[in-house]
């Protein structure tokens, strides 16, 4: 990313205005950006001298790291490297990374995320656009109002937009396949997301039933045709935010299975469905790995937050406890942004919204001065909205932890919460310390579960005031509510 910051010769190099966006938002907010030793040991090895040293002036100006010592269980994980190579250089920055020396990495080098994930620090190294979303994040400024999934007829997409031209790069034969889908419409779903200015950033095209699928998946079969997120917005988790519209597709349509065909240099995307319960079931005739999520038949000895990813969203264990969280408006506001009405956002007092990626996430983060440590992965947690006196959201606790490092905080939820660094340290700073929950979105409850219908069916005694157990009889109307709506 700092080679992009700089012209060489009068070239601009591609990913400047990232690049640039990031540098003046760290900056702006006060956070300290460094540069590794290894990244100026890669720019020394470069063969055309005039370039190198320009490349190591440009890298003088940023503070450089001290390099703390590869750990044995580092090593371990990622094997034996030459000394001196690629690999070697990228098992350096990941041990600065491992050690805490930063609270982030940010990188658009594909193979060091992946090492990065298969050592468990994935979730902390970013590209130059994630980087740049979640700093946006924390800037005040009032933005657009968040942005929707709008269905579209497939004859009615727009073939002209930018998005589309990636994808032909990819296949070869699209405009053909992409006919065949227009006169199929009755047997097709599509999806986009799309910005002000009427660009899709995003778009989904779905076969509701794949009859003749070559594969041997329990029908009916659904098929995700294309899946595809602007490389400018892969900042904003408007893959989750597609990803919604697309489970939920599958749950409408009760489906046994779905599946999508990736070719493998998509590395980032097949990671990405693979949190959401998308297996790898072998290869297509092209070439390309072939994921399912096999909804039926279920496996109820799955422990509660497998079950979730296996089948959901939607979808909780009879197993799972329930935990009421309260939750402010504004805060409800912007976690689950798609509660509010499209006439809503606009005119009601309190209501209004902004662009931000936790919004749009499905993986999200509540945090809290609660004393309980009782949430453990898999259990029920809703949120009720303490000046509505309503439930519309249920989501299933991933995992949790207490701190009082704002830093810690920051390299687990990076941006999947409301909170800003400041608001951070300061529920850090409070005796209780700050409790974490990691939490996925299940469903939204709509029509919305009232307070004077919890407390008559035993759910809630009065409105919570912190994270609270729900009782058993309350749990038992919880699930029959959930199992309804199934």
Same mark, same amino acid.
């Given at each position: 990313m700092i080679i992009a910051l700089e012209p060489f010769a009068g070239d601009m190099e591609p990913g400047l205005e990232l690049a640039a966006t990031f540098i003046r938002l760290a900056t702006k907010q006060r956070h300290r950006v460094f540069a590794h030793p290894a990244t100026g040991d890669e720019i020394s090895d470069g063969k055309?001298?005039?370039?190198?040293?320009?490349?190591?002036?440009?890298?003088?100006?940023?503070?450089?790291?001290?390099?703390?010592?590869?750990?044995?269980?580092?090593?371990?994980?990622? /094997?034996?490297?030459?000394?001196?190579?690629?690999?070697?250089?990228?098992? =350096?920055? +990941?041990? @600065?990374? *491992? #050690?805490? $020396?930063?609270?982030?990495?940010?990188?658009?080098?594909? /193979?060091?995320?992946?090492?990065?994930?298969?050592?468990?620090?994935?979730? =902390?190294? +970013?590209? @130059?656009? *994630? #980087?740049? $979303?979640?700093?946006?994040?924390?800037?005040?400024?009032?933005?657009?109002?968040?942005?929707?999934?709008?269905?579209?007829?497939?004859?009615?997409?727009?073939?002209?937009?930018?998005?589309? $031209?990636?994808i032909r790069e990819d296949y070869p034969g699209f405009d053909t396949w992409i006919d065949k889908v227009r006169g199929d419409s009755p047997n097709r779903e599509c999806y986009v997301v799309t910005e002000p200015d009427g660009a899709y950033a995003a778009v989904a095209i779905l076969k509701i039933d794949?009859?003749?699928?070559?594969?041997?998946?329990?029908?009916?079969?659904?098929?995700?045709?294309?899946?595809?997120?602007?490389?400018?917005?892969?900042?904003?988790?408007y893959g989750e935010l597609l990803l919604k519209a697309v489970l939920k597709s599958h749950h409408n349509h009760r489906v046994g299975s779905a599946y999508v065909e990736v070719w493998d240099r998509h590395q980032r995307l097949i990671d990405f469905?693979?949190?959401?319960?998308?297996?790898?079931?072998?290869?297509?005739?092209?070439?390309?790995?072939?994921?399912?999520?096999?909804?039926?038949?279920?496996?109820?000895?799955?422990?509660?937050?497998?079950?979730?990813?296996?089948y959901g969203p939607p979808a909780v264990s009879d197993d799972a406890r329930v935990f009421a969280i309260p939750i402010v408006d504004r805060w409800h506001n912007q976690l689950f942004a798609e509660c509010i009405p499209d006439d809503a956002q606009l005119t009601l007092p309190g209501l209004s919204v902004t662009t931000r990626p936790w919004g749009n996430a499905l993986r999200k983060a509540y945090l809290c001065n609660a004393s309980t440590n009782q949430v453990q992965p898999g259990d029920v947690v809703f949120f009720y909205r303490s000046g509505f006196q309503i439930v519309s959201v249920v989501g299933v606790a991933e995992d949790t932890f207490r701190t009082a490092v704002p830093e810690e905080v920051l390299n687990?939820?990076?941006?999947?919460?409301?909170?800003?660094?400041?608001?951070?340290?300061?529920?850090?700073?409070?005796?209780?310390?700050?409790?974490?929950?990691?939490f996925r979105q299940d469903r939204v409850i709509d029509p919305a579960w009232t307070l004077a219908e919890l407390e008559t069916n035993a759910v809630l005694r009065a409105p919570p005031r912190t994270v609270t157990q729900v009782k058993e009889a309350g749990t038992q109307w919880v699930h029959q509510q959930l199992a309804a709506m199934w």
């Open positions: 055309a001298p005039d370039r190198v040293r320009q490349r190591l002036a440009e890298l003088a100006k940023f503070e450089m790291l001290d390099e703390p010592p590869i750990s044995a269980q580092l090593r371990a994980e990622l /094997g034996p490297v030459v000394p001196g190579s690629n690999n070697d250089r990228d098992l =350096r920055i +990941l041990a @600065a990374l *491992d #050690a805490n $020396a930063v609270n982030f990495l940010v990188t658009n080098d594909a /193979g060091l995320r992946q090492r990065a994930k298969r050592v468990g620090l994935g979730d =902390r190294v +970013l590209t @130059a656009a *994630d #980087a740049v $979303a979640m700093l946006e994040g924390f800037e005040p400024a009032t933005a657009p109002p968040p942005p929707r999934v709008t269905p579209l007829q497939s004859y009615a997409l727009d073939l002209d937009q930018e998005i589309f $031209a990636s794949e009859a003749d699928c070559a594969y041997d998946f329990t029908k009916p079969v659904a098929k995700i045709s294309t899946f595809k997120v602007g490389p400018a917005f892969s900042g904003f988790r469905l693979g949190m959401f319960g998308y297996q790898e079931a072998g290869k297509s005739d092209r070439g390309e790995a072939v994921l399912v999520k096999s909804y039926l038949p279920r496996d109820d000895s799955l422990g509660a937050l497998d079950y979730h990813v296996a687990h939820v990076g941006g999947r919460t409301v909170y800003g660094a400041a608001d951070i340290a300061e529920l850090a700073s409070h005796r209780s310390q700050v409790l974490v929950i990691l």
